[in-house]
């Protein structure tokens, strides 16, 4: 089924993003974390896409619809040609997938610049217009900021992409992590402005420690609120500041909820304790269904 679909069923869905493990030793804490959160009947996932372990990536998507009968999206970036990114594609399509998160891709150092594969497909906008132009019948997300991305020049600039992701013929949006409501409401009401009705997912993401936050939000450009950095700073240890982060995106989920998002997307890092924490209050509140 089309993500874009259970989208728009008229109540909230919960999903989660998985990422394909890199070696042998992540296998079992990503296996453990799936089994813990399928579950709680997720309405679908996502799985990351690694130049380096994009076979794992499908292997996942396509097991996770088998084996636990969950609505999987692959993630796809432009690190690949335009004749791989066909072949990639056609796979998915023999496979069952039935949809697709087009996105960019981020570099493969954090100090390096992302290298597009070919002139066909550099940006988001591209892959999107790639998968529409050749017929493929998947459902395409593509992501989008609720603040400006450190590599963008302005927010403007970063409205402009979306918009053309959107007119490319993607079906659905989800933001990159954000821990101030107002920006996602904000970006919500300027996409309706100008005529964008898809449905935009919030993507949320505890905040897991100290030195996790810096990294998170030097990739994301998501920005901290004073009082939530003010009362991570008091924390004496990164157990403390994980609880707090526990309590925080409770907060925020609740508040989105309570405006009427189409789901909250939670950015696992392939672990399950915080988002089993924030599901169980939700439903103690009565904001999700048991």
């Known amino acids: 089924m089309r993500i874009a679909e259970l989208l728009g069923r008229g109540r909230p869905t919960i999903s ?57 999206m692959a993630h796809l970036t432009c690190a690949n040609s335009a004749d791989k990114t066909r072949q990639i594609l056609n796979w998915m399509e023999r496979e069952g997938v039935a949809n697709v998160l087009a996105l960019r891709g981020d570099p493969q150092d954090s100090n390096e610049h992302f290298v597009p594969a070919g002139p066909e ?8 217009g790639f998968v529409r132009r050749n017929g493929y019948g998947f459902g395409i997300g593509a992501a989008c900021s ?7 020049p302005d927010l403007e600039q970063e409205f402009r992409y979306m918009k053309l992701k959107v007119d490319s013929g ?33 993507g949320l993401m505890p905040v897991p420690s100290r030195r996790s936050l810096a990294h998170m939000t030097a990739m994301s450009g ?8 003010h009362a991570i700073d008091e924390q004496p240890d990164d157990d403390a500041v994980r609880k707090l982060g526990v309590q925080h995106c409770i907060a925020q989920c609740a508040n989105l909820l309570e405006r009427g998002v189409p789901g909250l997307h939670f950015y696992t890092f392939n672990r399950a304790r915080a988002p089993l924490e924030i599901l ?8 999700i269904a048991s």
């Not at 990503?30 to 896409?49: C, F, K, M, N, Q």
């Not at 998501?222 to 950095?229: F, K």
């Open 16 to 72: 989660f993003e998985f990422m394909a493990p890199r070696d042998e030793t992540e296998v079992d804490v990503l296996e453990r974390t799936i089994a813990a959160l399928a579950g709680h009947a997720p309405d679908w996932v996502s799985v990351t896409y690694r130049l380096r372990t994009g076979d794992k990536t499908l292997e996942l998507v396509t097991r996770l619809k088998r084996q636990y009968h969950i609505e999987a």
């Open 121 to 128: 497909l550099m940006h988001g906008s591209d892959l999107v």
């Open 146 to 152: 609720t603040e400006k991305h450190p590599e963008s």
């Open 170 to 202: 993607a079906d659905f949006l989800v933001t990159q992590l954000f821990f101030d409501n107002r920006f996602y409401f904000d970006l919500v009401e300027r996409a309706r402005q100008a005529g964008i009705s898809v449905p935009i997912v919030p």
């Open 222 to 229: 998501a920005t901290v609120p004073d009082a939530l950095q």
């Open 280 to 287: 169980a209050a939700l439903r103690g509140q009565q904001l």
